[in-house]
């Protein structure tokens, strides 16, 4: 496994500088967000010139868009937001081939009404799911149309936030073109970072062959839930880098929530973890 990185994590006001910081830091697969373009990450337009001067930028540096990301909330209470994410999410698939990519990254979302992050009471609702299984099903369908594949994130505030949930909606949609993003970090539930491993292990036991992308980032604290850079806190990564390669998993590992100054370090500790 090689180490990647969110785009976003370089703030510069071009995508040329954005990409040599990545560059720069020796750093080859990204995962990326058109915002670093100065576009919106869930466009209403997207000028072919754009993306294929996106790939071509790329490409100039020996980058390898391993993913973009395409999150909106999937269960937002409005169904008008949900077809306008859907829209977007279409225009994204279709850019897929010329910006040098094939995975689009979801948020399955929540049914609170102003964030799709945080969390909501109705989320574990029955018409929340329905929501959630008529969206990744159109999802699914674009992704078939372009050729691409959607992965889908398990988040604690989200409608889909355990290994067991991401399992059903996989079961329910039953299509190649639908697979799962996986984040060791994101699985642990406030206060049981003590059950870690036992959580990990059925994870994988659940999702292993579906794994589209992996990302590192660290739980600095479980009570509150507080996330940081791999190295910093108190996840296992010999044990995730483990059930990684196990589960037969061989593309990047993603660095994601941390600071820019804080890639070298985190860098150097995941490559030692992955190559032990």
Not at 7 to 27: M, Y
Not at 192 to 202: K, M, N, P, S, V
Not at 206 to 216: R, V
Request: aromatic share 6%.
């Amino acid at each position: 496994m090689e180490i990647g990185i969110f785009s976003k994590t370089f703030i510069r006001p071009t995508l040329g500088e954005v990409l040599d910081a990545v560059q720069a830091s020796g750093l080859r697969h990204i995962q990326f967000n058109l915002a670093c373009a100065g576009l919106p990450s869930m466009p209403e337009r997207l000028d072919p010139a754009t993306t294929e001067s996106i790939g071509k930028q790329m490409q100039k540096r020996r980058l390898q868009m391993t993913a973009v990301s395409g999150t909106f909330n999937m269960i937002h209470p409005n169904a008008a937001v949900r077809a306008a994410g859907m829209r977007s999410l279409g225009l994204l698939a279709q850019a897929c081939g010329e910006m040098g990519t094939s995975i689009i990254t979801l948020c399955t979302g929540t049914r609170d009404p102003s964030d799709m992050w945080r969390f909501h009471p109705d989320n574990s609702s029955p018409s929340a799911w329905k929501d959630l299984v008529a969206s990744v099903r159109q999802a699914v369908g674009i992704a078939e149309e372009y050729g691409v594949t959607v992965a889908f994130e398990p988040e604690a505030a989200n409608v889909v936030d355990t290994a067991v949930k991401a399992r059903r909606l996989l079961d329910e949609i039953d299509s190649p073109r639908l697979k799962v993003v996986m984040d060791a970090a994101n699985l642990i539930p406030s206060g049981q970072l003590d059950r870690a491993a036992d959580i990990l292990q059925e994870a994988f036991e659940l999702l292993g062959q579906d794994i589209a992308l992996a990302h590192a980032k660290d739980v600095l604290t479980d009570q509150p839930l507080r996330f940081g850079a791999a190295g910093r806190g108190k996840l296992d990564f010999a044990l995730y880098a483990g059930l990684l390669r196990k589960s037969g998993y061989t593309g990047p590992l993603i660095m994601h929530g941390l600071a820019e100054e804080e890639i070298a370090a985190s860098r150097v500790f995941l490559q030692r973890i992955v190559i032990s």
